[in-house]
């Protein structure tokens, strides 16, 4: 799929590489000195960039290249940054290029790569339309610069492996790019693409990329060091096959910076399997610090089809304890109907392990032992209240007795306490609870949990609230911003707010920080650590969340979470149903991962649904489908996701979530008895191999099925639940039947469907997805008066909106962002969803409507805000020229209508001569009639 703005230019080839590049900055090569450079850099205003700037794109087998070569003006000095600066942000006070990488024709996974005249190479990943950005290090990027000492100007020279990319899916043959100049000396960022840069049709489209990429589908995790007798180590390594077909690699691995220490090994891995592969060094390796390389090879062609290096940890532990319950912060709570406490004990050495439980006052309770390795298991049902001591002793071990301990809290009963169990539910007051939350503009109906910003007491409809003052940014910025830990003001100011919520009835959890690995975030990773630990301290009633875009930011934070509000955002893409769901898949793939390496310690998964249009902010993005944000929460939940939170912006211009979000709602209030039920595992149960996936509940002995295809290509799944035998199997909301026959049924599952399954008849049809969809088209269609060729659902579907300045217009934000309102037959106000100028009364203000193919009209109305219109015309391009249709002199009123001899334009524009206040318009209709 090719961008909007991309698809109107020339997709070029991209220049082969036939030979070695030498990264020396110089541009000598042949595939620099073959080319015609970019040079055509302006800002958004559409002011050219004075100093002269040439920039390239190449590619390799295994890599793509990128070239620029900089003026420096003649009365400046040359400055850069050795190393990147304050985590890169300060090469923008450089004199630096930013390089752009769209792996593929999606537009919601790209990557901008920072050089400065030094070489140093910052790297960025954007996500949600590129709205938001964390660093991310990709070990294998280097550049390198070169000054000319005869001229004033200075080169650089970027690879960029295809093997350090990270792929949700497999990337066509056009992918793309941009570049931007951020010239210390002028003020400005100046791109390609007239001052656009980090925006999802901000990509000049190249072609060119035939290569295999399926083999490079390849996922390695984060290594795990096991001990092992004799002071050695294995190093396990998780290795996923995302592709559709089967992979044959050599895994070889190093510590750094020494390379003597190297393992490897030749791996098969089956179409979505993914295996741990346990590496033994040949020697042991002294306990330290270090970087480990991981690098896949094919077989045959010895390519490089991932990379990665990973910091690990050396330290021998022959005789290890671990508390595997109370699962949720070594603590036991009152209203946990099973307390029990237990050890797992797993040594290298043979020998008794004794455990003592010891009351808070040091009186030995009960012992317990076992012999090498296995489990402790001490009832905890009478324990008072208090912190008791384990304290265990195991074989003796290099001529020494080992000794460890662990600590355990009975604590008290606390009226609305919330707690995790050990199959990963959340409890509160003891009872399984699925979570349904809004962080929204406008309140759903169904939803048992909302935000809570200040210190109410009392929680509308009996909801649970969610406490977000510590997550709020004036608290970020004037307490936890530039620290390197929590300081001692901070956790005062921290203390008061937690002792003034922590005993509400209502209270359900904490919201810590929404994406704290957003670089506009500006607090350090421990500072936030710092601030789970004290929260955790002072009310241990309550769980911690954060809330995660990239699957990087769930794994760096795990020590700052209890739950986690994921949010991949898939990238809607204009008449592209469920585009970039491999991003939510990637992101269920990584926290089903995540679960298996916690084991008992795993956190909760509360899926974040963003329901919103992020063209209100950057331009050319459409809002989510009722169906793709049903289908994402379905995915979801048969990902092990215990709840939900709705996240609405702007909810009543757009059907989809004005009518589509509360009939989510809806449907999980319905299915709430059902999700607090245990998933049944049963091994005679049957289903396909990934991309397949599916979970079985059982409630009020009724069956339900939740299935799902996470892939977009057709599949017809036959799934095997002996238990069902004939019964007749209900679809969930789809007003349909499937048969089944010996506990076998078969069903077809089309670009990510998800299907919810049933034996209960009767709940079955309690909700209609056909008729919320029928609802949904019938308030668009209202909304599109008859005749009128201006309305448009989406920016961009078929015009687009311009203006000489816009009011709106601000840090972050584009120019034209939000424009296309003013065609979306909705008259309603809202948060910046009309057109206001910036400067008013200037006599030069505009609004510009382009339409994508001419119309033929002869009647425009318009409908300004507040009455601002005063003098304007009503102008047509014609030839090139700007012929005025109609005028106005002292118009006044709620409704302007003009009429005028029948035009054939692709352009209309209504300029202002004269404005009572800025010129304002909220909708813009065009008719022939």
């Known amino acids: 799929m090719l961008s909007i703005l991309s698809a109107a230019e020339k997709t070029v080839p991209v220049y082969v590489v036939n030979s070695a590049v030498k990264l020396d900055g110089k541009l000598l090569e042949e595939c ?85 005249g030094n070489g140093a190479v910052w790297t960025e990943y954007r996500s949600q339309g590129g709205w938001v950005s964390t660093e991310v290090f990709l070990s294998d990027v280097r550049a390198r610069a070169y000054r000319d000492p005869k001229k004033k100007v200075w080169s650089c020279e970027l690879i960029v492996p295809f093997a350090n990319l990270a792929y949700t899916h497999i990337p066509g043959n056009i992918w793309g790019w941009n570049a931007a100049r951020l010239p210390r000396f002028i003020p400005g960022r100046f791109s390609l693409l007239a001052g656009k840069l980090f925006l999802p049709d901000a990509r ?10 399926a083999r490079l589908m390849l996922e390695i995790g984060k290594p795990k060091v096991v001990s092992q007798v004799n002071k050695k180590h294995k190093i396990r390594v998780n290795v996923a096959n995302r592709s559709g077909k089967k992979s044959a690699f050599r895994l070889q691995t190093a510590f750094l910076p020494s390379q003597k220490i190297s393992m490897a090994t030749n791996i098969v891995l089956a179409p979505g399997e993914s295996k741990v592969v346990e590496l033994i060094p040949k020697v042991a390796i002294p306990d330290g610090n270090y970087q480990f390389r991981v690098v896949a090879r094919e077989n045959k062609s010895r390519d ?71 489990l402790i298991v001490f009832d905890a049902a009478k324990l008072a209240v208090g912190e008791y001591n384990i304290a265990i002793t195991g074989p003796v071990i290099d001529g020494k007795k080992s000794e460890t301990a662990l600590k355990v809290k009975k604590l008290a009963y606390q009226k609305g306490e919330v707690w995790r169990d050990s199959e990963g539910f959340l409890r509160k007051d003891g009872k399984r609870i699925f979570v349904i939350s809004e962080w929204n503009d406008v309140p759903l109906q169904d939803t048992n949990a909302t935000q809570m910003w200040g210190t109410s007491k009392v929680m509308p409809l009996n909801r649970m609230s969610i406490a977000f003052r510590l997550a709020s940014s004036r608290f970020r910025k004037t307490y936890l911003q530039k620290h390197e830990r929590l300081s001692p003001e901070a956790e005062k100011q921290a203390g008061m707010i937690i002792k003034d919520q ?52 769930m794994k760096d934070y795990i020590k700052c979470y209890d739950i986690n509000f994921l949010h991949p955002y898939p990238d809607p893409i204009l008449n592209i ?64 996701g215990q709840g939900i939170m709705f996240y609405n912006r702007n909810a009543k211009f757009y ?39 599916w979970m079985v509940k059982k409630h009020n002995g009724e069956l339900w099925i939740f299935a799902g295809s996470f892939d977009e290509k057709t599949l017809n ?190 352009t209309f524009r209504i300029k202002a001569s004269k404005s009572r206040k800025a010129m304002s318009i909220i909708e813009v209709e065009i008719y022939k009639k």
């Open 717 to 906: 799944a036959q799934m095997l639940i002996p238990e069902l035998g004939s019964r007749k199997l209900h679809v969930f909301g789809e007003n349909r039947t499937v048969e089944v026959k010996d506990g076998k049924f078969t069903d077809t599952f089309k670009n990510f469907d998800t299907h919810i399954y049933t034996t209960d008849a009767v709940i079955a049809d309690a909700i209609n997805f056909a008729a919320v969809e029928a609802e949904i088209e019938k308030c668009y269609r209202k909304r599109q008066k008859k005749g009128n060729l201006a309305f448009q659902r989406h920016e961009n579907e078929k015009l687009q909106v311009t203006s000489s300045s816009s009011k709106f217009y601000r840090a972050r934000r584009t120019r034209n962002s939000a424009l296309w309102h003013v065609t979306d037959g909705a008259f309603d106000l809202g948060e910046r969803m009309y057109f206001e100028a910036a400067a008013p009364g200037t006599g030069s203000e505009y609004l510009e409507i382009k339409f994508h193919k001419a119309v033929t009209a002869n009647e425009v109305v318009i409908y300004p805000l507040n009455d601002s219109l005063c003098d304007y015309t009503v102008e047509v391009l014609e030839n090139g020229k700007w012929k005025v249709a109609a005028r106005a002199i002292n118009a006044s009123g709620k409704i302007h209508t003009h009429k005028f001899a029948e035009v054939t334009t692709d």
């Open 304 to 374: 490089i089809l991932r990379t990665n290096t990973f910091p690990l940890t050396i330290a021998y532990t022959p005789w290890k304890c671990t508390l595997k319950n109370p699962a949720y912060r070594s603590s036991i709570f009152a209203s946990d109907p099973e307390p029990r406490i237990e050890v797992e004990v797993q040594s290298l050495v043979k020998g008794k392990t004794v455990a003592q439980l010891q009351s808070p006052n040091g009186k030995v309770l009960a012992v317990k032992s076992v012999v090498n390795n296995g």
């Open 204 to 213: 000049k489209d190249i072609s060119g990329f035939d290569l295999d990429f």
């Open 577 to 640: 149903p469920r585009s970039c769901f491999s991003k939510v898949v990637e992101f269920m793939d990584a926290w089903e991962v995540l679960q298996k390496s916690r084991g008992g310690q795993a956190p909760v998964m509360l899926y974040l649904l963003q329901g919103f249009n992020y063209g209100d902010l950057i331009s050319n993005q459409r809002v989510p489908s009722y169906d793709e944000l049903r289908t994402q929460t379905i995915m979801s939940l048969i990902a092990g």
């Open 32 to 116: 620099w000195q073959k080319q015609t450079p970019e040079a055509n850099f302006s800002d958004d205003t559409g002011k050219k960039l004075p100093l002269a700037t040439q920039v390239m794109t190449a590619r390799s087998n295994s890599a793509v290249y990128f070239a620029a070569k900089c003026a420096i003006p003649e009365n400046e000095n040359f400055r850069a940054w050795a190393v990147p600066a304050n985590q890169g942000r300060g090469m923008g006070k450089d004199d630096c290029v930013i390089f752009t990488l769209f792996p593929g024709s999606e537009r919601d996974a790209y990557y901008a790569f920072y050089v400065n």
């Open 502 to 553: 922590r005993q509400l009835d209502h209270l359900l959890l904490w919201q810590l920080s929404d994406e704290p690995e957003s670089n506009s975030n500006g607090v350090k990773l421990r500072v936030f650590e710092d601030m789970y630990k004290l929260l955790s301290e002072l009310d241990p009633y309550h769980p911690v969340a954060i809330g995660s875009f990239t699957v990087r930011g």
């Open 655 to 693: 059907p989809d979530l004005a009518l589509g979000t509360p009939a989510i709602a809806r449907e999980l209030r319905i299915l709430e008895p059902v999700m607090t039920e245990s998933n049944i595992q049963d091994p005679a149960m049957k289903c396909p191999a990934r991309p397949f996936h």
